[in-house]
């Protein structure tokens, strides 16, 4: 394959070398006589053959919120609400979200060719530096387009300096699912993943009582597993978002914790639990004490004034961190170092994208990249947390998360609900577009971290979903595995509900090997398969998120002949070689061998 490369600097177009190994990598020497800002390096010459109607797309995302999936031809790129779209892509323009057949991907791109078996990846395996972007675009007789972008972000380059960029893998195979593990394994290989932590597990007060937690809440549900410690063995406590009186301010007292939150997580730690807390460490209120007081230590406009971006609760503004100042840094530092000697063993970060989703902020170190400015602030947080502390990153960016991080979630937020409207946008909070992103991003559990799946939501009161939808989400959880986290008001779950969240504490992360079998054929696959760490025996997922019945049919293989039905106790045998099942709307069944 003849890969070539360029630079886009100053608007012109720029000579590189290329240094080819495992991967390959490309060398911008500025051969002017002055500076030059480069936009971008772009690899392209690549190959693969196929016409359109044959070829399929996996496309990855630039947060863990974006929307990830398979594309089919005739199809178009996921589509995002037009509001958040700079917190989701890392170039929003780049996306054409109603153009049929051209699809953009950040770190890894996988084509497949259905009526040959040939697959092609492209994936970046060096993601601390720059964030990166493919773009395919597809006719009818193929392949028009195919390029791999490296993102400058307009750094300054000196006169005959070099800049080097990412390195890209180029993996040929015939499953291309398989070449999703490869290079998953290369990835985390290169970027020192942080895989030697046991799998998480714990309970998270968000999901039940959202920004109205209280004290009196937190020491109710901590009671109860205090009582219950041998039902409901859980590792972690965690307080999610609602402590704090403004985002930075996060020790001060707030009406709802008037102690502040260091005396609940000692009462944690005292309960026998490693207690574990929630921030959003780059977003400060404009309210907070720490902008009134610290003004210098937060991210600037090109004229100079203090940077506000979105509003948080009650109408606020909010700030960035400038976490490229030594100030800041000292200061970020010493908040987590702070919690870890509270006693926290586990810390949630959330709205990790925000420090990297604007072009008018200004930060102190003004030739750093996005990535390397975001890759600068979590380290800073791991500094002071220690080694030994579970990080999670969460609305992240995988990338420069990769090697710091312990897990990350690979979704948006489940929700007590299927979804909300008739239509919705491919990042919205709603069950289908978590599950697709879950299942989407399996690849990844084990090899760059821990996946993070989301809560187990069981409870009955202020809750949409269905029994059926209940059902469905903790048969996904426990296939999928990673972290497992419970977050209903634990003493007012009815018995049949409390099973359901002890059947998944007995086995967490039960499956190992599992692998969605039709990861092509549709944008949320039906059927999954995997097999049990303990025992190697096999076990067969079927997944209806769709609004109309399905019909389903699984060849036989090598698997059983008979099946047992988690859930309706039924007996299920192939015949003819063929599993076949209808599922209703909305349903889940989890088989194993009769």
């Given at each position: 394959?003849?890969?070539?490369?360029?630079?886009?600097?100053?608007?012109?177009?720029?000579?590189?070398?290329?240094?080819?190994?495992?991967?390959?990598?490309?060398?911008?020497?500025?051969?002017?006589?002055?500076?030059?800002?480069?936009?971008?390096i772009?690899?392209?010459?690549?190959?693969?053959?196929?016409?359109?109607?044959?070829?399929?797309?996996?496309?990855?995302?630039?947060?863990?919120?974006?929307?990830?999936?398979?594309?089919?031809?005739?199809e178009?790129?996921?589509?995002?609400?037009?509001?958040?779209l700079?917190?989701?892509?890392?170039?929003?323009?780049?996306?054409?979200?109603?153009?049929p057949?051209?699809?953009?991907?950040?770190?890894?791109?996988?084509?497949?060719?259905?009526?040959?078996?040939?697959?092609?990846?492209?994936?970046?395996?060096?993601?601390?530096?720059?964030?990166?972007?493919?773009?395919?675009?597809?006719?009818?007789?193929?392949i028009?387009?195919?390029?791999?972008?490296?993102?400058?972000?307009?750094?300054?380059?000196?006169?005959?300096?070099?800049?080097?960029?990412?390195e890209?893998?180029?993996?040929?195979?015939?499953?291309?699912?398989?070449?999703?593990?490869?290079?998953?394994?290369?990835?985390?290989?290169?970027?020192?993943?942080?895989?030697?932590?046991?799998?998480?597990?714990?309970?998270?007060?968000?999901?039940?009582?959202?920004?109205?937690?209280?004290?009196?809440?937190?020491?109710?549900?901590?009671?109860?597993?205090?009582?219950?410690?041998?039902?409901?063995?859980?590792?972690?406590?965690?307080?999610?978002?609602?402590?704090?009186?403004?985002?930075?301010?996060?020790?001060?007292?707030?009406?709802?914790?008037?102690?502040?939150?260091?005396?609940?997580?000692?009462?944690?730690?005292?309960?026998?639990?490693?207690?574990?807390?929630?921030?959003?460490?780059?977003?400060?209120?404009?309210?907070?004490?720490?902008?009134?007081?610290?003004?210098?230590?937060?991210?600037?406009?090109?004229?100079?004034?203090?940077?506000?971006?979105?509003?948080?609760?009650?109408?606020?503004?909010?700030?960035?961190?400038?976490?490229?100042?030594?100030?800041?840094?000292?200061?970020?530092?010493?908040?987590?170092?702070?919690?870890?000697?509270?006693?926290?063993?586990?810390?949630?970060?959330?709205?990790?994208?925000?420090?990297?989703?604007?072009?008018?902020?200004?930060?102190?170190?003004?030739n750093?990249?996005?990535?390397?400015?975001?890759?600068?602030?979590?380290?800073?947080?791991?500094?002071?947390?220690?080694?030994?502390?579970?990080?999670?990153?969460?609305?992240?960016?995988?990338?420069?998360?990769?090697g710091?991080?312990?897990?990350?979630?690979?979704?948006?937020?489940?929700?007590?609900?299927?979804?909300r409207g008739?239509?919705?946008?491919?990042?919205?909070?709603?069950?289908?577009?978590?599950?697709?992103?879950?299942?989407?991003?399996?690849?990844?559990h084990?090899?760059?971290?821990?996946?993070?799946?989301?809560?187990?939501?069981?409870?009955k009161?202020?809750?949409?979903?269905?029994?059926?939808?209940?059902?469905?989400?903790?048969?996904?959880?426990?296939?999928?595995?990673?972290?497992?986290?419970?977050?209903?008001?634990?003493?007012?779950?009815?018995?049949?509900?409390?099973?359901?969240?002890?059947?998944?504490?007995?086995?967490?992360?039960?499956?190992?090997?599992?692998?969605?079998?039709?990861?092509?054929?549709?944008?949320?696959?039906?059927?999954?398969?995997g097999?049990?760490?303990?025992?190697?025996q096999?076990?067969?997922?079927?997944?209806?998120?769709?609004?109309?019945?399905?019909?389903?049919?699984?060849?036989q293989?090598?698997?059983?002949?008979?099946?047992?039905?988690r859930?309706s106790?039924?007996?299920?045998?192939?015949?003819?070689?063929?599993?076949?099942?209808?599922?209703?709307?909305?349903?889940?069944?989890?088989?194993?061998?009769?």
């Open positions: 394959m003849p890969i070539e490369a360029y630079a886009i600097a100053d608007g012109c177009r720029w000579d590189v070398s290329l240094e080819f190994g495992q991967t390959v990598r490309a060398r911008f020497t500025n051969p002017a006589s002055h500076s030059l800002r480069l936009e971008r772009v690899f392209s010459g690549f190959a693969f053959p196929g016409k359109g109607e044959d070829l399929q797309v996996y496309s990855d995302g630039w947060n863990t919120v974006s929307a990830v999936g398979t594309h089919r031809y005739g178009c790129d996921f589509l995002g609400n037009p509001k958040y700079q917190y989701f892509l890392a170039e929003p323009k780049a996306r054409q979200a109603d153009s057949n051209h699809f953009c991907a950040e770190n890894v791109l996988v084509l497949r060719n259905a009526s040959a078996g040939e697959s092609l990846l492209l994936g970046f395996v060096t993601t601390g530096d720059f964030f990166n972007r493919i773009e395919v675009k597809i006719g009818t007789e193929g028009q387009r195919l390029e791999a972008h490296v993102l400058g972000d307009g750094i300054e380059v000196a006169s005959g300096e070099n800049v080097v960029s990412e890209l893998l180029v993996l040929h195979g015939c499953d291309g699912y398989v070449l999703l593990e490869e290079y998953a394994s290369v990835w985390g290989r290169r970027m020192g993943a942080r895989l030697a932590n046991p799998i998480p597990v714990g309970w998270c007060s968000w999901y039940s009582y959202f920004a109205n937690l209280t004290e009196g809440d937190v020491l109710e549900n901590l009671e109860f597993f205090r009582q219950h410690r041998e039902e409901y063995p859980i590792e972690y406590f965690q307080i999610d978002d609602g402590y704090q009186p403004a985002l930075g301010d996060w020790f001060l007292p707030s009406p709802r914790f008037p102690h502040g939150i260091l005396p609940v997580l000692r009462r944690i730690a005292e309960s026998g639990f490693k207690p574990g807390i929630w921030l959003a460490p780059f977003r400060i209120e404009v309210t907070s004490r720490l902008w009134q007081e610290h003004p210098e230590y937060m991210v600037r406009t090109p004229e100079g004034e203090l940077f506000v971006q979105d509003q948080w609760r009650e109408g606020h503004g909010t700030g960035l961190l400038d976490v490229t100042r030594p100030e800041a840094q000292e200061w970020l530092r010493a908040t987590f170092r702070q919690f870890r000697e509270a006693g926290c063993r586990y810390v949630k970060l959330d709205f990790m994208a925000h420090l990297c989703a604007s072009s008018n902020a200004v930060f102190h170190d003004r750093a990249t996005r990535c390397q400015i975001y890759r600068r602030g979590l380290q800073t947080i791991r500094d002071g947390l220690g080694d030994d502390v579970f990080l999670l990153a969460g609305t992240a960016l995988p990338g420069p998360s990769i710091i991080v312990d897990a990350t979630r690979v979704s948006t937020d489940i929700t007590p609900y299927w979804q008739n239509h919705i946008y491919s990042e919205a909070p709603a069950v289908v577009n978590v599950v697709r992103n879950l299942i989407s991003r399996h690849y990844m084990h090899r760059l971290w821990t996946n993070d799946p989301d809560v187990l939501i069981v409870r009161d202020n809750n949409q979903l269905t029994e059926d939808e209940v059902k469905l989400w903790t048969s996904v959880l426990y296939m999928l595995g990673g972290s497992f986290f419970l977050t209903d008001r634990m003493g007012t779950l009815p018995p049949e509900r409390l099973a359901l969240a002890r059947m998944l504490l007995d086995e967490p992360d039960a499956f190992e090997e599992m692998r969605p079998v039709d990861f092509f054929e549709r944008e949320i696959p039906c059927i999954w398969l097999y049990r760490r303990r025992t190697r096999p076990v067969l997922g079927f997944f209806n998120l769709q609004d109309e019945p399905q019909v389903i049919r699984f060849p293989g090598k698997l059983p002949c008979r099946w047992c039905s859930w106790g039924r007996t299920i045998s192939f015949e003819d070689g063929f599993l076949t099942r209808e599922l209703p709307p909305h349903t889940g069944d989890l088989l194993f061998p009769a």
